[in-house]
């Protein structure tokens, strides 16, 4: 069951309001004064313009969209009226089976004064339809009702309240056919339940509140959800497979390191045992091939120096007997070895027979 409240604004301060109740596409009840703003949240609230307070037109209006054919009713309208268009309101409605589209025009200060009214009285209004769109529109002449404060003429492309003389001007010698209750009730319960033409557009417009669809937030906390399971697996799959890769990388490298080892030898940690065994091999510090070589070439570059013995021992350090010619050639095969990372520690040197003789200890610095 669907209830529209149809609220008739007052066409003076001092006139009354009226209402009535249409109720699936009938006339429910009907009354003077305010109804009560008490209404159920189901009931589409709608006013009732009055006839005189709007101007109605009909032309071809572009399709496509609404803000083009208000664009193009604006300039209709701008050609019509001798009041400046920033002062009006145009709407542009849509009437099934008709190629011509109502455009209403009414002051942008009226509009403002009923919205007023409306909230002051405790109502807000979904829809603001013009009195004549409350008739149905003939296929020849025009119709006339009487909406309970005068009489209101409808025609294929016009509509507007009663007035002596203009009236007779205005109809000429067309055909008028005044309709009865029941056809009047059928056509304004039709009307208001659907309107043809609605003043609320543009900058009047009915501001909807954002309603909260609770099946789409249920639908976005799912996806959302199966997104960061899906994130979860992706990196739970990422860390097996550096384990893996890890695990895989850590067994090349310890059997390549038994391939160093002694056959026969336990391989309890094939890394640290391969280190052990190549310092045992190597010996200690730098290694013996290292500190040897580091000391030939630092005595080979001083003329007169010469290599007569060495002893390595476990602890990495290297004697090396060495002869000059001079105390000073002492110094500079130190100088050279520091230059290359060892520390050579000279001994007691002697002289006998033109050469000096003595020992140098050196080890990596």
């Given at each position: 069951m669907s209830d529209?409240?149809?609220?008739?604004?007052?066409?003076?301060?001092?006139?009354?309001?009226?209402?009535?109740l249409a109720r699936d596409s009938a006339l429910a009840a009907s009354g003077e004064g305010l109804p009560s703003p008490d209404q159920p949240a189901e009931t589409r609230i709608v006013a009732i313009a009055p006839a005189d307070a709007v101007t109605l037109h009909w032309a071809d209006l572009p399709d496509r969209s609404l803000a083009q054919a208000i664009a193009a009713a604006r300039l209709l309208v701008a050609e019509a009226s001798v009041t400046p268009l920033g002062d009006l309101h145009v709407a542009v409605?849509?009437?099934?089976?008709v190629v011509a589209s109502p455009i209403g025009v009414v002051a942008n200060v009226r509009m403002v004064e009923w919205l007023a009214l409306l909230a002051n009285a405790g109502f807000v209004a979904?829809?603001?339809?013009?009195?004549?769109m409350l008739l149905p529109r003939p296929d020849e002449g025009y119709v006339v009702g009487d909406l309970g404060d005068g009489r209101?003429?409808?025609?294929?492309?016009?509509?507007?309240?009663?007035?002596?003389g203009l009236t007779d001007m205005i109809v000429g010698d067309a055909p008028v056919a005044t309709l009865d209750r029941a056809a009047?009730?059928?056509?304004?319960?039709?009307a208001v339940a659907d309107p043809a033409l609605d003043l609320r557009q543009g900058a009047f417009a009915l501001q909807q509140r954002?309603?909260?669809?609770?099946?789409?937030?249920?639908?976005?906390a799912w996806l959302g959800a199966a997104i960061l399971c899906v994130t979860l697996a992706i990196t739970l799959v990422q860390i097996l497979r550096y384990n893996l890769s890890a695990s895989s990388l850590e067994a090349q490298a310890d059997a390549l390191a038994e391939q160093g080892l002694p056959r026969g030898v336990t391989v309890t940690d094939a890394g640290q045992q391969l280190t052990d065994r190549l310092t045992r091999l190597r010996g200690g510090g730098a290694g013996f091939s290292q500190t040897a070589a580091s000391v030939a070439a630092a005595v080979a570059a001083v003329p007169g120096a010469e290599v007569?013995?060495?002893?390595?021992?476990?602890?990495?350090?290297l004697r090396v007997n060495l002869a000059v010619q001079s105390q000073g050639q002492i110094a500079d095969v130190q100088n050279r070895?520091?230059?290359?990372?060892?520390?050579?520690?000279a001994g007691t040197f002697t002289g006998s027979a033109g050469r000096i003789t003595g020992v140098l200890t050196v080890s990596p610095r």
């Open positions: 529209t409240l149809a609220l008739f604004l007052p066409a003076a301060p001092d006139a009354p309001w009226r209402w009535l409605g849509r009437e099934e089976g979904r829809s603001i339809i013009p009195a004549p209101v003429l409808r025609g294929t492309s016009s509509g507007f309240a009663e007035e002596p009047l009730e059928a056509s304004v319960a039709a954002a309603a909260i669809e609770w099946l789409l937030v249920r639908r976005l007569t013995g060495m002893a390595f021992d476990a602890s990495g350090r070895l520091a230059a290359v990372g060892f520390v050579a520690d």
